[in-house]
């Protein structure tokens, strides 16, 4: 009799976990659960929509998907239709891969008005997540502020900034698109706290925001001056910081009203207060919590649930495959219990490539990577078949 392994989460960090297994144990027989009916966590809900290349890493997952000792079981959410007391009983293992998106708030005055968007509500209504179809009212909106340095930011405001055309080829929900087109954007600022050397933006990230048809890259070069990166700086670090003041000195020379969009970059700016007036859309992109989960023994945790919101996808990679390793390891003095099936009904892996078939497909008509389904009713009669 084989090990049962149930990973809790279908996010990267879960896919990457159940490779790594598979691949110390082909025997091992995995339970891969999630709340949403759809696999593949913030790849599918919080990478950019405009960011077709990077969505691309499912294939792999999909991959894992058709092995035959791997089970999809969507539509179950652990906490709430079954206890995680319950896994630990049944399996041989559990690894959590839930993930941390809940909005960290700002926390100053005013940072809870209606106007007030945290990054993750944005994206996920972007993005067409079942559980955030309410998007902001666009049709007023004329500046927007985008709070935060780092790669979140930069694609709220990417794709704030990016014309109907530009977003043609992505798979943003159409009523988003929609909404975005229509909106009378006129400025957005970038803010960020600390200085322009510390922004942990990626060079090609904010350098695509100088070739945007529609709006303007700018910096105050007064903001650039003494800027520089820190002696001690790991090579990496050090490239990347250098690249960025780099491109950030040619968004310096750019022209103010060359473009209809002003998308300005602003250093050395902590927001103490938000009032009404003046932004009319503000989105905080300044990080990430989230629910907890038991740490006792036979629990594993990976990815974003274990070392909180931070890494890309590829850095999911190796922290999984090793805590695959620990798990294997802990299976090894272990006999397989061999309980009974503790899960309720889901949607399995069929379920999940009926709505991928009717998301291309609605797609294929419109030019689009991917329409997707947007309510849960809709999600799964698909599923269902
Ligand atoms: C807005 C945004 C944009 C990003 N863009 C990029 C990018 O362009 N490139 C890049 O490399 N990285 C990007 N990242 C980072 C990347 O998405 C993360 O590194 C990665 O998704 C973390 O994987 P994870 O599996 O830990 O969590 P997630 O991807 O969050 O997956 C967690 C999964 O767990 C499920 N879940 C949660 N709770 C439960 C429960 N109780 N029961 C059952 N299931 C549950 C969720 O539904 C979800 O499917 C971005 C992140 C964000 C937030």
Same mark, same amino acid.
């Given at each position: 009799m084989a090990h049962r392994v149930a990973i809790v989460g279908a996010g990267p960090s879960g896919f990457y976990a159940a490779d790594g297994l598979l691949r110390g144990d082909p025997d091992i027989g995995i339970d891969i659960i999630d /709340?949403?009916?759809?696999?593949f966590g913030l790849v599918r809900a919080?990478?950019?929509?405009?960011?077709q290349g990077t969505k691309a890493v499912t294939r792999q997952f999909d991959r894992l998907l058709a092995h035959p000792n791997v089970r999809f079981c969507g539509n179950v959410e652990v906490? /709430?239709?079954?206890g995680w007391e319950t896994l630990r009983e049944v399996y041989d293992a559990v690894v959590v891969?839930?993930? /941390?998106?809940i909005d960290r708030r700002?926390?100053?005055? =005013?940072? *809870? #008005?209606?106007?007030v968007w945290g990054s993750w509500r944005f994206v996920a209504w972007l993005n067409g997540?079942?559980?955030? +179809?309410a998007g902001p009212? #666009? %049709?007023?909106?004329?500046r927007v502020a985008v709070i935060g340095n780092g790669n979140v930011a930069i694609d709220v405001a990417r794709v704030l900034a990016k014309s109907a055309d530009e977003m043609?080829? %992505?798979?943003?929900?159409p009523q988003a698109g929609a909404a975005i087109a229509a909106a009378p954007i006129e400025a957005i600022d970038v803010i960020g706290r600390r200085g322009p050397a510390d922004a942990s933006f990626t060079n090609n990230e904010l350098a695509?925001?100088? +070739? #945007?048809? +529609?709006a303007v890259a700018l910096v105050d070069a007064a903001s650039l001056d003494g800027a520089a990166v820190p002696a001690g700086d790991p090579t990496p670090e050090k490239l990347r910081k250098t690249k960025n003041l780099d491109i950030l000195r040619g968004f310096a020379a750019n022209r103010a =009203? %060359?473009?209809?969009v002003a998308l300005r970059f602003l250093f050395n700016t902590a927001p103490q207060r938000i009032e009404k007036g003046t932004y009319d859309l503000v989105v905080t992109c300044i990080g990430y919590g989230g629910a907890d989960y038991p740490k006792v023994k036979g629990v594993f945790a990976v990815g974003w649930a274990r070392r909180?919101? %931070? =890494?890309t996808i590829p850095t999911n990679r190796a922290d999984s495959h090793a805590v695959a390793q620990q798990v294997l390891s802990w299976l090894e003095d272990r006999a397989p219990?061999?309980?009974? *099936?503790? #899960?309720?009904?889901s949607t399995d892996a069929e379920g999940w490539r009926r709505i991928d078939k009717a998301e291309t497909a609605a797609g294929a008509a419109l030019g689009r990577p991917r329409v997707k389904l947007t309510d849960w009713p809709s999600l799964l009669k698909v599923a269902e078949g």
């Open positions: /709340r949403l009916p759809t696999p919080g990478v950019a929509p405009d960011h906490g /709430r239709d079954i891969a839930t993930g /941390r998106v700002l926390g100053v005055p =005013g940072d *809870d #008005l209606p106007h997540h079942p559980d955030f +179809r009212d #666009l %049709s007023a909106v004329k043609a080829k %992505s798979d943003i929900d695509e925001m100088g +070739r #945007l048809s +529609r =009203g %060359s473009k209809p909180g919101p %931070s =890494g219990k061999g309980g009974i *099936d503790p #899960l309720p009904p």
